[in-house]
């Protein structure tokens, strides 16, 4: 079975602008989370996806936002970024459950100029 | 905000010693659980324990719980170098969240 796969896996980019990540969870898995990744703050959770639905948000602005499609592939759009936004984004599947075991995607490192 | 807090957040040992790491969290949970992010990659899902289990193994990781004291440790033993790599604990909190909150991580480096 293949991996969790993203892309880019880099990426740089200015201030103001927006950014598109992309997510390909393990086949037959239905939910996909996002978790973002800073020294500062460590693994801080984003969003997670079931079903083409929103289940759950972390505490993050209303810049951050993703969606998933009826394949579970999974999109998360940053806009107008900030310096602040640079970070390790990671996406992880699991069969059903959020809470349950989690496989990670090697992540998609940004940085914001 | 974090759940889990893990000690140290640093452990430098020898080749061949035992490593331990203890991880606490504040809520009732569903399970917890362990991973190990190699540099800046993403994370790798070592061990799953759920709520009414008190002790797992898996090869030379050797995980406990104890939900009265709402702590957690990772015992690895006969450590390699290969094992260098920071270590998570992450909590499933009880009352259907569908989400992990993740500790800051221990630093393991194992020198050969």
């Known amino acids: 079975k293949a991996g969790v796969t993203q892309t880019p896996r880099y990426l740089i980019k200015t201030r103001g602008q927006q950014v598109t990540l992309s997510c390909s969870p393990i086949s037959g898995h239905r939910s996909v989370s996002w978790y973002q990744q800073t020294p500062g703050q460590g693994l801080q959770f984003l969003f997670e996806y079931f079903s083409e639905t929103q289940r759950n948000k972390g505490n993050f602005p209303g810049r951050f936002s993703g969606r998933q499609f009826s394949n579970s592939r999974s999109e998360m759009n940053v806009s107008t970024l900030e310096l602040g936004d640079s970070a390790l984004y990671l996406c992880?599947?699991?069969?059903?459950?959020?809470?349950?075991?989690?496989?990670f995607g090697p992540g998609t490192r940004l940085t914001v100029l | 905000s974090q759940q889990g807090e893990e000690d140290p957040q640093a452990l430098s040992i020898q080749e061949g010693e035992n490593a331990t790491m203890n991880c606490s969290y504040k809520t009732s949970i569903n399970n917890l659980q362990w991973y190990r992010q190699n540099s800046g990659r993403g994370l790798v899902h070592l061990i799953l324990i759920r709520s009414n289990e008190r002790e797992k193994h898996s090869g030379r990781l050797r995980v406990t719980l104890d939900t009265s004291k709402k702590s957690s440790s990772l015992l690895i033993t006969a450590s390699r170098a290969a094992d260098t790599a920071s270590y998570f604990c992450?909590?499933?909190?009880?009352?259907?969240?569908?989400?992990?909150?993740f500790g800051k991580g221990t630093k393991l480096t194992v020198n050969p």
């Open positions: 992880a599947s699991s069969f059903e459950r959020g809470g349950d075991e989690q496989f």
């Open positions: 992450a909590t499933d909190e009880k009352g259907g969240s569908e989400k992990l909150v």
